[in-house]
Every structure is written in structure tokens, then in C-alpha cells.
């Protein structure tokens, strides 16, 4: 492996919502933009794509040049009218800086493939940007897996053939389920994060420890076989990015480190950054 590997993080947040502060000082950091941009410099990190959460006022949305973001649909619109939100939805998606949108399946109480998102998947197509989904476990109690589950990433998927999905969190831990429906579905990428959180004191223990759920991420990726639909992320500030990237690295061919870390984020993210 070459030593000047360049790494984008698909998936972060950066705001103040209850919890991240506490959360960012486990993972070793502050839950600020300095202490952010000086781990992307020591990690190598050239780019970050942030999924909102909150609002959809574009005024919100102002991020450094090194930070594009998706537009989130997150809990606060689980009881509002989606149509009534499309204008604002839109507004965001003729930003430059605004690469994608964010579903939030579980939180919201409601399948990925409800006529309602019917809008918002059109968008999708008419700005040729990714739908990031959150798939798996979420992060309270009072969230439903049946809407989070990665079977209903299949159905989106065949209902609109031409939207380009990111399955987010690998569906964990629903692996071998998530792993069916992106054999089964080429419109689905995948992305690796929030698989890890707070800052690994020892990290060969930790892989020893993990060793038969780290095996089972390889084996599933590797039984995949397309690299190049699956992403680096941390879901910052949940984790650290140098544990990250050692575990990552540790489950990834390092021939298809470039792929992982850099390209196919790159691409389906649409970031034109010139390729690792």
C-alpha cells in the first residue's frame, strides 16, 4: 500500500444534535470544525460528505469547501406533508454542494418504497444524484428495524431502476440479507460506516476480540466481489478515523484499497476530485 492514500469519509454528520458532543469526545475528538479538519489532515481524509439531519432550509447547509452534503429527510419529517417539503428539497439539490439525498426509513416509520417518496426519487433522477439510505440498527429505542431492514432497499430499488441507492451501514447487522440485495440490485452501493464507535485503545485486541464478526465482513464483501459499490465511512463523530481506517484496511483486499477509499464515492457522489 502506498503511503499517500487518499480517503473519503461517505458519510458523517456535522451538527450540534443532543449527545454528539459526548459522543465526539469518545471517539477523541471535539464535535467542532477544527477539531474535524485537523483528523481529515492527519488521516488523509481529502473530502467528507455530510448527511444532514433537522432542517431543510438551505441557509443551514453551509459547510467548508472540503465537506459536500446530502439533504436528509430525517425524523422531523416523519409527520409533515413530503409534497410540502419538495420546494425546499429541491433548493438544496441545485447547490453544488448538495451531492444527495438522506432517507431515514427507521425513524421516520415508514417503507422506502411508500408512494409517498415517489417525489422525491424523481428528483433524484432529474439531478442524477444518489438516495443514501439508513439501513440496520438505529440509534433509539423508539425507531422500527422493520422499515430499516435491507429488504426494503430491494424493493426501491426495482420500483425506480434508474435511482442510484447507497445502502448505508452495510444493513448491519443484517449482513448476509444486505449482501443478497446488492448481488441482486446493481442500482446499490453500500457504504461501511457506523460499524465501529468511540476510540479503540488497543486495536490488535480489538480485531482479536472481533476477529469472527471482522471475518464475516470480509468473507460477505469478498463473496460480493464489487468493490467498486462499496464506500469508506465513519458516520463521525460516533468513531475514530485512524481506528476506522486500520479496520477497514483490514477487511479490504489492498488491492481495491483505491476503490474503497477514494473512487467509488467519488463517482457515485459525483465529487469530481481527480481519481487515487
Known sequence: MADNLRVIDSHLHFCKLEGFDTIAVEAGYENTEPSLHRAFEANGIVHGIVMSNRSLNPADHVYPEYLSYCIGLDSMMANQNIQEALPLLEANLQRRSCCGIKLYPGYNHRYIYDA?????????????????????????????????????????????????????????????????????????????????????????????????????????????????????????????????????????????????????????????????
Open 116 to 276: 409517498a417518496y415517489r417525489p422525491v426519487y424523481e428528483l433524484a433522477e432529474k439531478y442524477a444524484v444518489p438516495v443514501a439510505i439508513h439501513t440496520g440498527l438505529t440509534a433509539t429505542a423508539n425507531a422500527l428495524l422493520k422499515y430499516s431492514h435491507p429488504f426494503t432497499l430491494d424493493e426501491a430499488a426495482v420500483m425506480y431502476p434508474d435511482v442510484q441507492f447507497v445502502m448505508c451501514h452495510f444493513g448491519n447487522p443484517f449482513l448476509q440479507d444486505a449482501i443478497a440485495v446488492l448481488e441482486k440490485n446493481r442500482n446499490v452501493a453500500v457504504d461501511l460506516s457506523g460499524l465501529l464507535e468511540g476510540k479503540i485503545d488497543d486495536v490488535p485486541a480489538f480485531m482479536e476480540e472481533k476477529k469472527g464478526y471482522l471475518s464475516m465482513l470480509r468473507d460477505w464483501l469478498s463473496y460480493l466481489g464489487c468493490y467498486d459499490r462499496v464506500m469508506f465511512g465513519t458516520d463521525w463523530p460516533l468513531a475514530n478515523f485512524t481506528d476506522y481506517i486500520d479496520i477497514v484496511k483490514s477487511i479490504i483486499p489492498e488491492r481495491y484499497w483505491d476503490d474503497v477509499f477514494f473512487n467509488t464515492a467519488n463517482r457515485i457522489y459525483k465529487l469530481g476530485l481527480p481519481e487515487a
